[in-house]
């Protein structure tokens, strides 16, 4: 805005350097540099090659994008200038204009719509955990009567309803917990997913592991899984095979405990 003059001048290297001038960048130059000064007093005064305005307004608005760190101590700065600073402004303002109708609010308002949205979102988020888990509680108490016994040992395998992985561990433990001792394997499909949660008490750990039996379930549902003995997670993507792979567990189970 104030629109200095640029000064170009050709002179030695070490003149230049005596001068103030910046070098940067790392850059090798000869016996000959030319050295630009800009701004009031000489304000930037700097080696450079390049083609420049002849005053600094001729360069009019200038409008940063980003900045960030390139190496230690140096920063890297990119920016738009001219017409094309006008072109980004114009952008952001229209971004802005659709967020406000999205919102309902004004370009004065907008930023505290937002934030009241975003409170009331996790607000939403928490009840919908608190619900989730105790629609976990009340499933698990229903399960546990489809667990079957193989070789003595309680073996549950089953689908839960509209659980997600958080809810589908809450369940596991209700099963557990019902069932006393068990072997358990739930899933939950979301998306055309497959989650996949299994189980196993501690007394039985040394003869069924569940990681093992995640594993399999998952890599006959086309996905992966693993976890500790007594607790692992996995998932996959053929839905459609899941009910046989749910009834194939308790011969798996009898399979591992032979």
Known sequence: RGN???????MSMDD?????????FGEKYGD??????????DFSVELCGGTHASRTGDIGLLRVLSES???????????????????????????LAAVCEVVKGTADNVADKVASLRSDNRELEKE??????????????DLTSAAVEVEGIKVLAASVDGADAKSLRDTLDQCKNKLGSAVILLSAVTDDKVALAAG?????TGRVKAGDLVRE?????????GGRPDMAQGGGTDVAALPGVLKSVPDWVASELK
């Open 200 to 204: 196993v008490t501690s007394d039985l």
């Open 217 to 225: 379930v998952a890599a006959r549902l086309g996905g992966k899984g």
């Open 16 to 24: 230049a350097v005596a001068a103030g001038a910046m070098a940067l």
């Open 128 to 141: 919908i955990a608190r619900l989730k888990q105790k629609l976990a509680s009340s499933a698990g108490g």
């Open 32 to 41: 000959e540099v030319r050295v630009l000064s800009m701004g009031a007093e």
């Open 69 to 95: 760190g390139v190496a230690s101590g140096v920063r890297r700065i990119e920016a738009v200038t001219g017409s094309t600073a006008l072109v980004v402004i114009d952008k952001a303002e229209q971004r």
């Open 4 to 10: 200095t003059a640029v000064t170009t001048r050709l």
